[in-house]
Nanobody, 119 residues
Framework: QVQLVESGGGLVQPGGSLRLSCAAS????????MAWYRQAPGKQRELVAT???????NAADSVKGRFTISRDNAKNTVYLQMNSLKPEDTAVYYC?????????????WGQGTQVTVSS
């Protein structure tokens, strides 16, 4: 199985920056894509950004130009650099990983890390 642990969240002022980390352990060999999601109080969980094993990235329109997803394959770690943070970015941020084995796709989730943007 795959275990994911997020870190780097905290309290930051509007316009500030944070860098989230997601460390993967266990059977990480077959992971082909990872992503960051977030969930604000009273709202559905939403996709923030994705990255494939080949390094292709995508980001939600709400964070384009402000957030950047990256990975360090040697460390099995994915990062989310968040700049120009806004109060509406406040949410619990979750790391996600997926792999497909014998036509079955498996999804793995971290425990989440709280990001609060407030003055």
């Amino acid at each position: 199985q795959v275990q994911l642990v997020e870190s780097g969240g905290g309290l930051v002022q509007p316009g500030g920056s944070l860098r989230l980390s997601c460390a993967a352990s266990g059977d990480t060999f077959s992971i082909y894509a990872m992503a960051w999601y977030r969930q604000a109080p009273g709202k559905q969980r939403e996709l923030v950004a994705t990255i494939t094993s080949g390094g292709s990235t995508n980001a939600a329109d709400s964070v384009k130009g402000r957030f950047t997803i990256s990975r360090d394959n040697a460390k099995n770690t994915v990062y989310l650099q968040m700049n120009s943070l806004k109060p509406e970015d406040t949410a619990v941020y979750y790391c996600n990983a997926r792999r497909t084995i014998v036509l079955t796709t498996y999804l793995y989730w971290g425990q989440g890390t709280q990001v609060t943007v407030s003055s």
